[in-house]
């Protein structure tokens, strides 16, 4: 009797699944949750309910009709639901998160086979698109809750259109008390959710890293008035880069899969990024750098591809 079994790579199990890695990651995500419906009150959370539940439904009902097997509840839609939510002012009416949860779960990912098979981060997918299709709801933000001082511009819309930012500190940006989406604007909650993707593995230091430094080197570099003389802290601490970094450039399916390849894709969303953000006519660009770099990511791993074991 062969005693002797053969199966495929991989060979080592660590006891981890795509469902356990999926919720791991949605835990991460509560705590910048939490800080949003803190921020801006009660319809933060109802957006947020709302995404999710519909992302759900989408999920749902796309592999009902196309007969494919039911993972709803392996926390892929319920990320994709809260990310989408979370780049979302809180005040947009109801029926957008429905509509941008059910595109980005339709468009985004099932058409092309489900989790796994996407090319483009579905969530950002449904922003980009609802950001073309009703741009007067997703760039309308209100003031945080208990900030009187707070203008409803975001700081990157405001620095764009050349007003001098005086009230807004550092410390204003990384605690969230500030104009932006719902997820997005405290950094603190953001690092303590990043902290524990890192420290249980589940991301790795290359994309997040190289990512937040090239945008922080370039900003520094070209934002300021001659060279060598841009606000990159603010450009860091501003908008959804933190946000971005840590939880939607380090998508498994999305991002290339060597470290070599995770650099220059960090890089590459940096660059652009920054570019957006200083020529583009768009105050921010962490959504457009990120789905680029993902149609390139097929490249990019054909160039950065690990030597084949007994190769020369």
Partial sequence: MNKLIVSPAPHLYKGESVSRIMWMVVASLIP????GIFIFGPSALSVIITAVISALAAELILQVATKRKITVFDGSAVITGLLLAYNLPAHVPLW????GSFFSIAIGKQVFGGLGQNIFNPALVGRVFLMASWPK???VFTQPLNYDAIAQATPLAA????KIIEH???LDLFLGKRG????EVCILALLIGAGFLLIRGYISWQIPFTYIITTGVFTYIFAGKGLFAGDWLFHILSGGLILGAFFMATDYVTSPLTTKGQIVFGIGCGLLTAI???WGGYPEGVSYAILMMNAATPIIDRFTKNRVYGSR
């Fill in 32 to 35: 910048a949750g939490v800080a």
């Fill in 96 to 99: 957008l998160p429905v509509i």
């Fill in 137 to 139: 709801y997703m760039t």
């Fill in 159 to 162: 620095l764009k259109e050349g």
């Fill in 168 to 170: 807004i500190t550092y």
């Fill in 180 to 183: 932006g989406c719902i997820g």
């Fill in 276 to 278: 957006i953000r200083l």
